[in-house]
């Protein structure tokens, strides 16, 4: 493919851009063992594996697939050998990133995630391959579960050696460091797990490529991709470019279950729901991972004693709801539910999703501070999350985390381990409260952390990016002290704007089963001639779980063992109602 424009970048060679760019991609990154992304099979699994696809002769020089399909089948080589490129770009020509002999099978994760092929598949050697189509394809994950787990995993890994290779280039972004609307790109690819490269406009790669691209500082955040720039990009926009928003793949596009939200809860409810043949529909207005995904370290969930980060979770929860065939759209704005004869999810863009039942797990957001130039500052030193990429503007800076949850006190330690002398102001006169005992014990026990109760943000100051915030002691006096990076982990507020005929709690929380009223239960109740369900709100068929649900624990634990539930009560409302 043609690439956008026949500039190169003045004086910089491609591995020193990189450098530049994204310097922990290069060597710090955990390495995937070439035993995972690419296993060998043996006889009997190839012989399994050829069995569903369609014997094919192909010629040297064939393009099996490339940019522009929006997906692919499974391809499995007999005696044929197929490299994979990445297209040229508009600073450098093709790169043959992998070939692949007799007894392969090409593919990586955009075949759940329906992403749009973004390198080329291009017959080196001629011979046979064996194509397995999307239906076969999801009857052998169904079928044969060591091929299911081989493919998965190879899948998996396979992503990771793209993001740290040539395939990167494909697509790159250049915006500010500190400004939200790149941010929100750069996260968006984060947690999609996309192969790309981030350029800081500030950088000397940076500016060059602005001047390659003839862009302004009017046109950033930009998107460039082999065929296209997007200037003052989107994450909704980039979803549209990759393939990744909601598209219906029937006539109808309906489906048994539609999830709305894909933290913990949701996800976990895509996976059961999927695993027991349910077409499943999810639906995110952000991306998957929920608050969890703002998380670095989750300590206290069963099974990771060593703990988990809260985007590693969300990946295989998202992954394992993939292979029992969820589709999955972010970012993918639910604006309202219709209540007729049928449940219609609606989105922003008027598509409408007939649904059987509807899982509400669109969480909770945190609240901001009602302080003068907060919104300014916004991605320029105002956080909401303490991952990486927010971390990589303060390292070694003082930061003030404002909060008294267990969300605060894990930011807290990721914060002082990159280096930073972090305050941690709550309005409580002390911690223990409202956080769990063993992070209270380690925040207090860290040299690099200071807690204060009883204190609260009064003022935010600085000239282009935070840089000094005022805090109000519990005796009122106020102290000023620098400030790179303020994380605001306070209370949370129910996204359930767009819901209507739902029952709410005076703070917009959805009540569900014992907790609703006979005021909010009518005739249709007494027709269906039962009780609403667990987790079932006040609308039969629809259902409620995570932290969107009046008296919720606000644990990813609960809200995963809550999305599994509710899948119960599903099948049996869809059997009532069939």
């Known amino acids: 493919m043609a690439p956008s424009t026949g500039r190169a970048l003045p004086t910089l060679d491609r591995k020193r851009q990189t450098e530049l760019t994204n310097p922990t991609s290069i060597g710090s990154e955990r390495e ?227 999830v709305v939200g894909a933290g913990p809860a949701g996800l976990a409810a895509a996976v059961y729901a999927s695993s027991e043949g349910l077409t499943t529909v999810v639906l995110d207005a952000v991306a998957p991972g929920g608050q969890a995904a703002a998380t670095t370290r989750i300590e206290n969930y069963l099974g990771f004693p060593t703990g988990i980060s809260g985007t590693e979770l969300a990946e295989r929860a998202e992954t394992q709801a993939l292979k029992f065939g969820a589709r999955l759209s972010t970012p993918c704005e639910i604006v309202a539910l219709e209540i007729d004869e049928h449940l219609r999810a609606v989105l922003a863009d008027g598509t409408d999703i007939p649904t059987r039942a509807l899982i509400i797990a669109s969480g909770a957001r945190y609240r901001s501070l009602a302080l003068d130039r907060w919104d300014e500052f916004a991605g320029a030193g105002v956080f909401y999350a303490a991952t990486e990429l927010e971390a990589r503007s303060c390292v070694g800076c003082p930061v003030t985390v404002v909060g008294g949850g267990n969300g605060a006190g894990q930011a807290a330690l990721f914060l002082a381990s990159c280096g930073c002398d972090v305050t941690v102001a709550i309005r409580r006169p002390d911690i223990e409260s409202g956080m769990s005992r063993y992070l209270v014990d380690r925040l207090l026990a860290n040299p690099k952390i200071t807690v204060r109760g009883g204190t609260e943000v009064a003022r935010l100051d600085g000239e282009h990016v935070l840089e000094s915030i005022s805090l109000v002691g519990p005796d009122g006096e106020l102290h000023e002290q620098p400030c790179r990076g303020l994380f605001c982990f306070i209370g949370a507020e129910p996204a359930t704007s767009w819901l209507t005929g739902v029952a709410l709690d005076e703070h917009g929380f959805v009540r569900t089963d014992v907790q609703l009223t006979r005021d909010e239960l009518g005739e249709t109740w007494t027709a269906l001639r039962r009780a609403p369900l667990p987790f079932e709100t006040n609308v039969p068929g629809v259902f409620a779980v995570g932290d969107v649900r009046h008296g919720s624990m606000k644990r990813v634990a609960a809200a995963v063992g809550e999305g599994a539930s509710a899948v119960r009560s599903v099948h049996t409302a869809i059997g009532v109602r069939a």
């Not at 050829?50 to 697939?65: D, I, N």
């Not at 020509?93 to 002999?101: A, I, K, M, N, T």
């Not at 189509?133 to 396979?158: K, N």
């Open 32 to 258: 995937v063992g070439n035993s995972a992304a690419y296993p060998q099979l043996s006889d009997a699994q190839l012989a399994r594996l050829r069995s569903y696809g369609t014997p094919q002769t192909v010629e040297a020089g064939e393009v099996l697939y490339g940019p522009g399909d929006a997906t692919y089948d499974l391809i499995v080589t007999e005696d044929a050998t197929v490299e994979i490129v990445q297209p040229a770009t508009w600073d450098a020509p093709e790169e043959s990133l992998v070939r692949f002999g007799p007894g392969s099978f090409l593919g990586e994760l955009n075949m759940l995630t329906g992403q749009a092929v973004y390198l080329i598949a291009r017959v080196v050697e001629a011979g046979r391959v064996h194509r397995i189509a999307s239906a076969q394809f999801r009857r052998l994950m169904a079928e044969d579960a060591e091929l299911s787990d081989i493919l998965l995993e190879a899948f998996r890994a396979r992503r990771e050696v793209l993001r740290q290779s040539g395939a990167s280039r494909g697509l790159e972004l250049v915006g500010s460091t500190m400004d939200s609307a790149s941010l929100a790109l750069r996260t968006y690819a984060a947690r999609r797990r996309l192969p790309h490269l981030w350029f800081d406009a500030d950088s000397v790669a940076g500016q060059a490529l602005i001047e390659a691209e003839s862009l302004t500082s009017a046109d950033l955040p930009a998107a460039l991709m082999p065929d296209r720039v997007l200037r003052r990009a989107t994450p909704g926009e980039l979803a549209q470019a990759l393939g990744l928003s909601y598209r219906r793949i029937d006539s109808d596009g309906s489906a048994d279950v539609t």
